[in-house]
């Protein structure tokens, strides 16, 4: 474990090529259509009739579709952590269960490897640069890996190295990752997913370009420099090039260790991350839209918040602020008919869900306006009201027919809005939420 808190595992060379990525793939299908043929027989032997996505679902090939995908880094590894993130409401929980796995598998490179990514970055005398270049990342994802070093001036960096062939192989990765979800078919074949799988194509490229991170990185050290309660790494563009990023290394514990301070400082934490988020949204104008608890980091002798990786960060339209600002201001004015309206308007609900299941649909929304209702503070802790909606959202899920995917924008900043809301909910937060929302938000028009 490093002191950042990721899993870095052993070091495995990443396959770069084409050909040796396809054939990464071509060994995961073979050996998960190996564990089917010989789970099918032996299930039809025993006078059962398995369907496909019970066999596809097996311990075995989730061990193969993890271990598979964490090897290959890159578009395979982090399209999976994308979907991996609350995904009990969407997806069967053995597929989540696969998923959620990926995001503390990531491998690092050997030394060999970084060496060469390294001279083919910097040249071959690139250790002059630096006093000192700890040769062991301090963290490894599915991009990238992070080295720290000090330069000759004696500043401390946070170095984030590129996987070789990761940017030239994202279109090939989620369109082979999209032939597994096919094959395992999980998604009926009236869902296009094609919308999602080209957006999810351009973020991916968008966060594997370093020099574009760099950017975002300075953008919101510039937006939030008047806010102390946040700190921003300063990239440093001498040392950056298209495959490195390289910036202050900040010191910082795991977010998750607030969940040992007292009520109030994890009250503290959870709403300043919150109101970053509806900043983001409604103010901002842009997005840090990926919400790993490893992007945050704490220090508890100054209470600070660092915030780190906006390789994810990217502009949201008007259109979709001013849909999740009609969504929240029918909510919070408590119409049950119109925030149903609201939800269909601005893209969360498809209109023949809620055609076929109005009683179900009224249920949901019931559910979610009664807990706002209950007072002015949210306790994040308290998800028992969560227990009806999934138990509502199971028996809708189940008539395919009804099926609706939302647009992929909205999809990535509601994975941010769901991932802030799990993390105040890990760190037991009780925030004041009524009027924390209607202030940002403003008066919604009759």
Known sequence: ?????????????????????????????????????????????????????????????AEKLTAQLANLRGAAMKLGQMLSLD?????????????????????????????????????????????????????AASIGQVHRAETHDGRMLAIK???????????????????????SRLLPDSIDIGPLLEDAKTQLHEEADYRREAQMLTLYGDTLADRPEFIVPRGDPALTTDHILAMDFVAGRPIESVETASQDERNRVAALLID????????????????????????????????????????????????????LGTALSGDRTATEQAAVDSGFMGQRARERHPALIASMVDAILTELERGPEFDFADRAFLQSIRRDVGDIAADRSSWHLPRSELLFVQRKVSGTALLAARLRAVIEMRARVGNVIGPIAA
Do not use: C
């Open 1 to 61: 474990m490093s002191d950042n808190g990721f899993e870095t595992g052993p070091g495995r060379r990443v396959p770069r090529g084409r050909l040796a990525r396809l054939g990464g793939f071509a060994r995961l299908t073979a050996g998960v259509a190996a564990n089917v043929a010989r789970d099918g027989v032996k299930k039809i032997a025993a006078g059962e009739r398995p369907a496909l996505s019970d066999l596809m679902l097996t311990p075995a090939n």
């Open 87 to 139: 995904s009990g409401d969407l997806l069967p929980p053995e597929l989540g269960a696969i998923l959620a796995r990926l995001r503390d598998r990531a491998q690092h490179m050997p030394p060999a490897q970084l060496d060469q990514r390294l001279k083919a970055e910097w040249g071959p005398d690139w250790r002059r640069r630096f006093r000192r270049f700890e040769a062991s990342p301090i963290a």
């Open 161 to 183: 190295v590129q996987y070789p062939g990761v940017a030239d192989s994202i279109d090939a990765d989620v369109d082979n990752v999209a032939t597994l979800l096919r094959l």
């Open 276 to 327: 970053l988020v509806l900043d983001e949204l409604f103010r901002f104008g842009v997005m840090q839209t990926d919400p790993n608890f490893a992007n945050y980091r704490y220090q508890p002798e100054t209470g600070r918040i660092v915030l780190l990786d906006f390789g994810a960060a990217r502009r949201i339209s008007p259109e979709l602020v001013a849909g999740y600002r009609l969504l």
